[in-house]
């Protein structure tokens, strides 16, 4: 049913947290310590957020199995990100990162545990001691459910700080005033159907990943970039948007995620001849290169017809670890691989592809979390507004996110916003700011032109043709023909989104106008990303473009700054100055 202007309810906060995630809860547990009232928004109850799939674990230089340091930490972040990481939030984020798992230590996060009590490390991609001399153990874990431990962790401090969750309410578009700060969110409580206005004189964006907009991805089918639809509809920019991981190891057929932590543990990849074929691209880090690597040099085998099977993949060896390590450290690997693979890896070794996992880019932020514009060459920072998690780009991930790093994102991130947010806010004290009609009007008109539609696209269907033109167009290797096309394939799309229509406008539970408010979200993320791809003329971490193949770092050592309206680029330099240490220069990237 169509939404009444007049009489729409409003509630009033000081902080609205969009997401219940790692990065949005580990936010409002430092507010709602504070004292601030906070309401934390999710799609899904909060334990149900997509950091309870994280598997392998969460990096942090403890050294608790093999001497490490925050510098190497800090390094190998650096390098991982073919340089496009920001030098500052990087080394912001590894500093940070013993003290953030200490700190989930004594929130009673319950990790596995080495003979002498401490935390159990294990080996991860990218993760070198001494500056790429060989691996070290730094991803802190939990066997292989790791983000499960975490998530359940977070909610469970939360609750006794008495957060206020509203669990199954989507939030649909930001609040701003003419001046252009943000003064909350619209959103729709799916129970009922009823839009509210939620003021807030702060907003945290903490909407997680938009892997779903392809059609193979390890991410949960929430994960549609509602918050990156958000922020690209109110104006803001979208950054590095051409950067997305593909996870060298999805089951293959099912995209179902096999973690890294099994390489970690010692497990290898082989082609169809039985070799070991990391050994050739990767003479050092072999399996445990990073992950843009591993992909391609998987992508080439199959490519090549060393395939495993009909060809189309390569598999993952584990049975040599023994059935004691497998059950003790891995547990979830072995039900996944025997469910959706129809193998025992105690046995048998499992089919895997490359499969679309994680956006390195996403809205733009300091390392306070504070949302950051840029205008004719100037960076400005947006008041109100703060992201944090998969949904930012802080940019610690630069051109490839080693693995292990996002549970630290979230942690380092959420608590670094929680906390400018109580410290620099005094003000939070007085009214809130009247919120313009108009900015309202935008949202409800959005929702009811859905409503009251009589015919037109069906979601499902337009759905589908934006995760069958992403996967078509933007996959492990890319060309400047396909990617142009990808943007045609994609811009065609938008007026049917435009015109979508459901049938059953029923209030309750109506998940038919949820599907397709989230298709209006991930339009946007799709022409963000094959926009952003086909202006990139280099190679740089996951994008990896066939007709220009190598890193230009005289010409694209910056970060894409997409806006929505016209589908406008600008850019912005990558910081290459650090906090308190030398800056790392670009150097070629060898494993
Ligand atoms: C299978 C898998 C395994 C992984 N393993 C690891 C690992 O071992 N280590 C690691 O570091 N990283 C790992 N990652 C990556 C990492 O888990 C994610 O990047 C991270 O958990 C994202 O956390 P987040 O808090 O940003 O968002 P999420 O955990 O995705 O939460 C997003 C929240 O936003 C809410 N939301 C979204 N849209 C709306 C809306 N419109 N209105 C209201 N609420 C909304 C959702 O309901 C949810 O509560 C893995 C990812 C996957 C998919």
Known sequence: MAAVKNSIPR???DVVVVGAGGAGMRCSLQLAQAGLSVAVLSKVFPTRSHTVAAQGGVSASLGNMSEDSWYWHMYDTVKGSDWLGDQDAIEFMCREAPNAVYELEHFGMPFDRNPDGTIYQRPFGGHTANFGEKPVQRACAAADRTGHAMLHTLYQRNVAARTQFFVEWMALDLLRNDAGDVLGVTALEMETGEIYVLEAKQTVLATGGAGRIWAASTNAFINTG???????????????????????????????????????????????????????????????????????????????????????????????????????????????????????????????????HYQMGGIPTNIYGQVVSVANGQTTTVNGLYAIGECAATSVHGANRLGTNSLLDLIVFGRSAGNHIVESHPERQHAHQSIPESAIDFSLDRVNKLETRTDGEKTSDVGNAIRVAMQHHCGVFRTLDLLNKGVDAIESLAPQVDSLYFKDKSKVFNTARIE???????????????????????????????????????????HTMWFSEGSRLDYKPVQMKPLTVESFPPKSRTF
């Not at 543990?265 to 070991?276: A, P, V, Y």
């Not at 086909?534 to 230009?552: I, K, V, W, Y």
């Open 226 to 356: 509602d918050g990156l639809g958000m922020a690209a509809r109110a104006g803001f920019p979208l950054q590095d948007m051409e950067f997305w991981q593909f996870h060298p190891t999805g089951v293959a057929g099912a995209g179902v995620l096999i973690t890294e932590g099994v390489r970690g543990e010692g497990g290898i990849l082989l082609n169809k001849d039985g070799e070991r074929f990391m050994e050739r691209y990767a003479p050092t880090l072999k399996d445990l290169a990073p992950r843009d690597f591993v992909s391609r040099s998987m992508d080439q085998e199959i490519k090549e017809g060393r395939g495993c099977g009909d060809g189309s993949y390569v598999v993952l060896k584990l049975d040599h670890l023994g059935a004691e390590t497998i059950q003790k450290r891995l547990p979830s690997i072995r039900e996944i691989a025997i469910k959706f693979a129809n193998v025992d890896p105690i046995k048998d070794p499992i089919p895997v592809v490359p499969t679309i």
């Open 11 to 13: 509630r009033q906060f």
């Open 516 to 558: 397709a408010l989230e298709v209006t979200n991930m339009i946007e993320v799709a022409r963000a990303t094959t926009k952003s791809a086909a202006n990139r003329t280099e190679s740089r971490g996951a994008h990896a473009l066939n007709d220009h193949p190598d890193r230009d770092d005289v010409n694209w050592l910056r």
